[in-house]
Structure formats: C-alpha cells, structure tokens
C-alpha cells in the first residue's frame, strides 16, 4: 500500500468529556463495534474516584502493566482508528490538554441530565485554539434529562460553536423509545440492551403512515413537530464547517446500552478527517511529506522502581517510521534509533515494524524525551503548538535530605519533563517552584521523588496564582524588568523569564506600567 493510502485509511482522535458523562463506556462500546475487545468491561476506567494518592498510584500501577489504554487502535470498515485516552480528572487536564494537539478530531461526550459541565468547557477551549473538529455524543438518553433543544442551545453558547443534530430522540428516561436519523430517515428503537451491539431499525420517512403505528400518535406527532423545528432551526450539516472546527453534528444516545453507537462510529468514518498539516517553527508539515517527522506528546512513567525506563508516545506527522532507523532528535542535535518501538493494535501491545501518520508509536525512552520533542529525519525543525499553560497551584519544592539533594534535582527535573507539573526556578538561591493544575499532582511528586529517586520533599505553599510568559521587543526593557521585580520572576526549564503573580490585579497593574513588556498566558506566544 502507498504512503497516500496509509495516510487515508487512518483517524485519530480523542474522547473528551466532564468525568462521569461516559468517556470510559464509550470507548469500550467503540472498540466492542470494532471488534477490538470482545466483551464489555475489558477497558479499565482511568478515572479516579476519590482523590487520594494511594487510588491514584494503584491506577497508574495498573496503567504501568498495560500502558495500552493510553492509545487503543482498532479497524472498522477498512479504516485504521486510533482513539487517544485522556484522563477524566480535573487535577490531570494538562496531559489531556496535550493529547488533543496529537489528534485530528474529537469525540464530546455530555450527560444529557447535566449538560455542559465546567470541564468540557475548558477542554473546548483548548480545541478552538486548534480548529479541532468536534462531534457531540449526548449521552445518557435512558434517563429523564433536559429538553434536547436547551441542550443544543447551552451547547452553542457556553461552547461558542454552532450544532447541527444527525439525529432526534423520541422523548427521554423510562419513555425513550429511540432516534431518528435525519439523514438515513431511519428509526432506531431503543432497548435496555447491554450486549448486543445492533439495534432494531425500521426505514420510514415522517410522512409515512407507519410511522404512527411504530411510535403511537402522540410521539410520532411530536418527532415531526421537533423535526420540523430542527430543520428550521439548524442549517444543514455542512462537511467542510465541521471540519474546520466550525460545526459541530450532534449524535443522541445511551453509551451503556449500546444505543446510538453505530450511527456515530458510521459517521465519525465518513466524516472525520484524514491526518492533517502539523505546525511547526519553520514552516507546515504536511502528512503527504515522504520524510518521517513526529513528535512527542506524553510520556508514561514506569511506576516499577526497578525499571526506571519511561515510555514516550510520539505522533508519526509524515513520512514512514521504521524500526531500527536512525533519527535526529532535533532538541539534542543527536541521532536515535528504537529497536522495539510498539503499537496498541487490538487493546494489546505489539512491536511496530513501520508507522504512518496518524499513529502513535510507543518508544522506551531512558530520559532522553521531553514534552514536545520533535523527530525528523535529518531537517532541524520543531513541533510547535505544544504550549504549556499557566499553572494554578504553585508551592516550593523543600528538601529534606541535603545527603540527596542530587538525586531530588534529577527527580523534579524528569518528572516535569514527563509533564507532570511545570517546574520555575528562581535565580536567587536556585530555588525551585513547582505549578500544577491540581493539589493531587503535588502528592504524586512527592510519592514518586521519594519512591522511585529516593528523595524525600516537602511543600511550601506560595500566594501565586498566575505565570506569565514573559516577552519584550527589546531586551534592555527585559532586563531592567527582571531587576525590578526581583523575587517575582522565576524561568521556566526552557530559560524563559516567568513572572509569577498573586493576583490578576498584579498582572493587570504590570501590564499597564510596562507596555513594553508582553505578558503571555501560555508557553507559545510566537
Ligand atoms: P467517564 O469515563 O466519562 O468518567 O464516565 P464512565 O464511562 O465511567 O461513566 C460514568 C457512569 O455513567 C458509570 O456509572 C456508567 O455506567 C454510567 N453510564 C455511562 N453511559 C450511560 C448511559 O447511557 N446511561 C446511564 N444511565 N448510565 C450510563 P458508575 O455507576 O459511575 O460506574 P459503574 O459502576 O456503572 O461502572
């Protein structure tokens, strides 16, 4: 098969979603129509239930043994689909942040009895930076949630995109009698149903005679009148909208009962794009491109002390990957090659003799990777788009054993390339401040420096809660900046000046004092 056929037989992309609308099932569903697992249940639920450190070692521990969850790749209908896993907890929403600029669409699930939720709001955000498409799951239909219409409203604006809907229900809870394909005018009859993948259809239009004996009058009343509305409403579902991230088709469903699945796995194969152009500091590289380039967008720690190796997933951009072949790893200026890397296919880790963009592959990796290292075949250029964002939580890293301090600094130094949480070091007395999202990181640092480094912390809460990148147009305003505020400015592992706030009023109030300085919220301010 040519390399153009590789590139379009391929889609990757995540499930994203608030914890608990259904990420997990989903997934599972997904790979049970592919065929990938064949019973429910076979994907562990990377969710953490209470917010403890302990639960959270045991997932990663169960994670460490099968580390395929974190890309699960399957075939249907001749295409290669790779989902990306994305962990449900807030405290983790960087590491899902960066999965997403790994992919080339995604996959929204909502709870239909919830409706938007704090966190599918910020992980839009992140896929409006991008462009990324989307389709919406609403899930959950088994149970008495909200009109469909306010959800499609609250949708539109707390997520500023517009909506198309593929698909109707007929009413909702104990009375869900199925959907209503739009498109295919096809009635899918829904059934408590936790098994069997294929659900009862029965082809009619809404003029139809039958439709009333399928559904009874009153509902086959109100599904024409809702139809009509829909149809008034909603523009058509334009392809090319969606896929520059303009339009986002709605699906109904109920995940757990297998209900919805396929009419949304059938269009996800039609719809969703081929692997695209990636970003980079020079120029755009396209997938077409016969040179392999690809970058890293996570990395996996092995939480067994006894083999510190790590893994890192890398994103194949363009060209052809092979095992065994040398490669430039641009950031370190030196050539790599991996004798085993691995893929996922069918939930189970196999060696990867050759890749194609819009796979992952899986390389052991000693320590030599950081987040956004880029591999090409010789060209020195760098993925960009891999910004990290400013913290919320920000305490100082304290040692308690001066016997250990080299093996603490290695430590804080590999964890934070892993991403775990973002690392600033103030130049006065080289002190180190550790930023996260989430109070849960900090037990985990703390837990990973002491087990697997042998370096025992602790944490000192600091009044920050902002880091702004910090930029000038010209560098003697820079440095007069820096020797102003002092204790304020921290660099981040790349050197970049950082200047940590206590409040918004602090940033705003700097700002206008210094117009020539640029405050940045994110990494990537080219
Ligand atoms: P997440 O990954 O997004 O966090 O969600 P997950 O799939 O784990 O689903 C969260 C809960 O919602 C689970 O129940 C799951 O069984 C339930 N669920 C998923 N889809 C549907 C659906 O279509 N209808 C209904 N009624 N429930 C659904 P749980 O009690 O938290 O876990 P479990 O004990 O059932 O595994």
Known sequence: MSNLEEIKKRRTFAIISHPDAGKTTLTEKLLLFGGAIQTAGAVKSN????????????????????????????????????????????????????????????????????????????????????????????????????????????????????????????????????VYSLYEQMLYFFKINKTKIESDVAKVSLEDDKLVDLLGERDALQLTEDVELVEGVYDVFSEEAYQKGQLA????????????????????????????????????????????????????????????????????????????????????GKDVRFSSPFTFMASAKSV????????????????????????????NLQFSGIPSFSPEIFKELINLDPMKSKQLEKGIQQLTDEGVAQLFTLDLGNRKIVGTVGELQFDVIQYRLEHEYGAKCRWVPMGITRACWLTADEKPAMDQFIRLKGNQI????????????????????????????????TSEFK
């Open 490 to 521: 921290a660099y981040d592992k790349d050197r970049n000046p950082v200047f940590l706030a206590e409040s918004e009023w602090m940033i705003r109030m700097n700002r206008e004092n210094n117009p020539a300085i640029h405050f940045h919220f």
């Open 352 to 379: 990867m003799d050759e890749g194609f963009p819009g796979d992952v592959v899986g390389l052991y990796d000693t320590g030599s990777f950081k987040i956004g290292d880029t591999l090409t075949e010789g060209e």
């Open 47 to 178: 969710k953490i239930k209470k917010t403890a450190t302990s639960d959270f070692m045991e997932i990663e521990k169960q994670r460490g043994i099968s580390v395929a969850t974190s890309v699960m790749t399957f075939e249907y209908k001749d295409l290669l689909i790779n989902i990306l896993d994305t962990p449900g907890h807030k405290d983790f929403a960087e590491d899902t942040y960066r999965t997403l600029t790994a992919v080339d669409s995604v996959i929204l699930v909502i709870d239909c009895v919830k409706g938007v939720e704090e966190q599918t709001e910020r992980l839009m955000e992140v896929c409006r930076m991008r462009n990324t498409p989307v389709i919406v799951f609403i899930n959950k239909l088994d149970r008495e949630g909200q009109n469909p219409f306010e959800l499609l409203d609250e949708l539109e604006t707390k997520l500023s995109i517009r909506v198309r809907p593929l698909t109707w229900p007929i009413n909702m809870g104990a009375n869900f009698k199925g």
């Open 249 to 332: 088709p709605v699906f109904f469903g109920s995940a757990i009962n297998n209900f919805g699945i396929k009419e949304l796995l059938d269009t996800f194969c039609e719809i969703s794009p081929i692997p695209q152009p990636r970003p980079t500091d020079v120029r755009e590289v396209s997938p077409m491109e016969p040179k392999f380039t690809g970058f890293v967008f996570k990395i996996h720690a092995n939480l067994d002390p006894r083999h510190r190796d790590r893994i890192a997933f890398l994103r194949i951009c363009s060209g052809k990957f092979e095992r065994g072949k040398f490669y430039k790893h641009v950031r370190m």
